[in-house]
Every structure is written in structure tokens, then in C-alpha cells.
């Protein structure tokens, strides 16, 4: 089977869910599902630090049979659980981190949302849709598939680029007073996270200042949040890569060129793809792991079966990811 893997694979992760750290979100997995899949990738893979394999892609180096681990967010769940899974399992993994968020390990707006949901009736959250703004174009554009949480994300990316406005606290504090839940997951401080990159096994990565829809930002802020989010890496930790992990993965070409004048070697994306092309490639793909994602799934896409059927029926994926908008 490894004959089909035409390059290797970037790995991204968010949080860690135990029993004591539920959520609704299906981007976290649990500390079982993560050693499992890692398994699975080292039967089919050698896991390597990220550093090595976007080095070697930029130095056109192959990179087949490569895979790298990264984490998005710097979730404080990771301080209680993966420093035992690291230490057991002897991976190296990249952190990446929202800057604003470990000044004061604040929660995520998307994380407060999704578990907020299923608590909710569907009267109480279209008040809160109403209580916000948000358009009916949204409400009746979004495809169905993507579930009733879709229009209220794809305005605030579109409206307010991701970055959740304050005026809408209150509202939503409410929401989760009466019905007595708060989402227990939150980004990792930066004393919790100078213990993980204490570890030899752990780099940090850029994940912006705030993390914001970069190609919905003007040029000054869009280099801001980049370079001010690694200059704030860099001041407090030594092992800080310059790689930017996309917010959103959403990005286009003033994204990625930007990235790279601002000093990022790399702009990993959520492509869902081999890390393959040609040397100079700015933009890597990676491929987001989810609770829905088994240990076949994983090493079918370890060993690039689905790239391989893309490329079989001339399926040529867009430049760009859509940009949120009332139909998309």
C-alpha cells in the first residue's frame, strides 16, 4: 500500500476530551482515540518534528512517509493529558498558539457555542440569533449538511472576522447561566504552556494574536497578528518555529504572501492533503482529525489513497478554500 503516498502528512489536532473535559465540538478527540491513531501512524509512517518536514519540502527533499503531529489553540487540556501521552508514546508534536488567549487562558467563542447548544431549544438559540443580528440571508443560505450552528459561524467569520465581539457577552454569559454550563475548555496560559515546551518533544508554532479570517484583514493587520503573535513566542520561549498554523484554515494568495514577508517559512493550511509540489510551495495542507475519524480512515489518508482517487477522477481542488459568506 505505501506505493500510492506520493508525500507526507501534517496532522492537526485541537483539544483532548476525558471524562472529566466533555465537549460538543466534533474537532476534539478523546486520550484514547489520540494514542490509537498514533499507532496507526507509525505502522504506516515515521513520525518526524514538523520542523523536519517542512525543511525538507522547502529544501525539495522528499517527504514521503513522513507524518508530523501538530496541535491547534494550545488547549489547557493538553497541559493534564499530553504530557503523560507524549512522555508514553514518544512523539513529537507542535503547539500552536493564540497569543491573546494565553495571556489569560480565555475560552474559545466556538467552544462556548458548541456546547452551549444542545442545551438550548431551538426558540432560546434563534432568540440569541436575533439578539446578535444575525441576517436571515444566512439562516435560509447555509447548507443543511453542516448542521443549525453553520449560520451563526459563517456570519461572525464573514461579518466580524472570527474575532468574537464583546457587545455579545452578556448575552451569552446569560445563555449559559440559565442553563448552568460553561465549556470547560480553554486555551493553555503561557505559564502552562512553558511547561509543555519544556519537554524536548514539543515545539511551538504561530497561530496568530487573535485569531482572526487573515484574508478578510487589511495588509498592516494582517502582518500584525502574524509577526506580533511570534514575537510574543519568541520572547518567552526558545523553541518557536516560524510557521504560521492558518486560523480557520482559511487563506488566499495576499495570505500566504504576507505570511511569507512577515518572516513564516511555512503556512499550513486544512487542504486535507499530501504535503507534496514543488520547492518553494508556501502553503501545506494538512489534514484535521476528528472524533468521527477511525484508525482505516487515518492510515487510508496516511498512505494518500484519497489523493490518489482525486487525482484518478480529475478532481483538481479549488486554489483557495470559499470565504464565508451567506451560501457558503
Known amino acids: 500500500m505505501r506505493v500510492f503516498r506520493r508525500g507526507g ?10 471524562p472529566d473535559l466533555p465537549a460538543e465540538g466534533e474537532a476534539h478527540v478523546s486520550a484514547g482515540a489520540f494514542s490509537a491513531l498514533v499507532r496507526v501512524a507509525r505502522r504506516v509512517a515515521e513520525i518526524v518534528p514538523l520542523r523536519e518536514l517542512v525543511t525538507r519540502h522547502t529544501r525539495a527533499q522528499p517527504t514521503s512517509g513522513l507524518t508530523a503531529l501538530t496541535f491547534d489553540d494550545a488547549y489547557a487540556a493538553l497541559h493534564s493529558t499530553l504530557k503523560d501521552l507524549i512522555s508514553r508514546e514518544g512523539v513529537p508534536v507542535t503547539i500552536f498558539s493564540v497569543t491573546d488567549a494565553a495571556t489569560t487562558g480565555a ?34 443560505g447555509q447548507p443543511r449538511e453542516y448542521g443549525p450552528l453553520r449560520p451563526f ?64 484583514l487589511p495588509d498592516v493587520d ?22 504560521l498554523a492558518v486560523p480557520f484554515g482559511l487563506y488566499d494568495e495576499r495570505t500566504l504572501r504576507v505570511a511569507h514577508r512577515a ?56 486554489p483557495y478554500p470559499d470565504l464565508p459568506s451567506p451560501t457558503s
Open 9 to 18: 502528512t501534517i496532522l492537526c489536532f485541537h483539544s483532548i476530551i476525558t
Open 107 to 140: 475560552s474559545y467563542w466556538w467552544d462556548r457555542i458548541e456546547d452551549l447548544f444542545p442545551r438550548l431549544s431551538a426558540d432560546r438559540w434563534r432568540a440569541f440569533e436575533m439578539a446578535c443580528g444575525v441576517p436571515e440571508e444566512y439562516r435560509r
Open 153 to 216: 459561524r459563517q456570519w461572525l467569520l464573514a461579518a466580524y472576522a472570527g474575532r468574537w465581539p464583546l457587545r455579545f457577552d452578556s448575552e451569552l454569559a446569560s445563555l449559559e447561566a440559565e442553563v448552568g454550563h460553561r465549556t470547560l475548555h480553554r486555551s493553555m496560559t503561557f505559564d502552562e504552556l512553558a511547561e509543555l515546551a519544556a519537554m524536548p518533544e514539543v515545539e511551538l508554532g504561530v497561530h496568530t494574536v487573535s485569531h482572526p479570517v487573515l484574508p478578510l
Open 222 to 243: 494582517l502582518r500584525q497578528e502574524i509577526v506580533t503573535g511570534y514575537d510574543a513566542l519568541r520572547e518567552r520561549f526558545a523553541n518557536v518555529l516560524p510557521v
Open 263 to 318: 518572516g513564516m517559512m511555512a503556512s499550513l493550511t486544512l487542504a486535507g492533503r499530501l504535503v507534496s509540489g514543488s520547492n518553494g510551495e508556501c502553503a501545506l495542507p494538512r489534514c484535521c482529525i476528528t472524533r468521527s475519524d477511525t484508525r482505516v480512515r487515518l492510515a487510508l489518508r496516511l498512505l494518500g489513497v484519497p489523493d490518489l482517487v482525486r487525482a484518478w477522477s480529475g478532481c483538481r481542488p479549488a
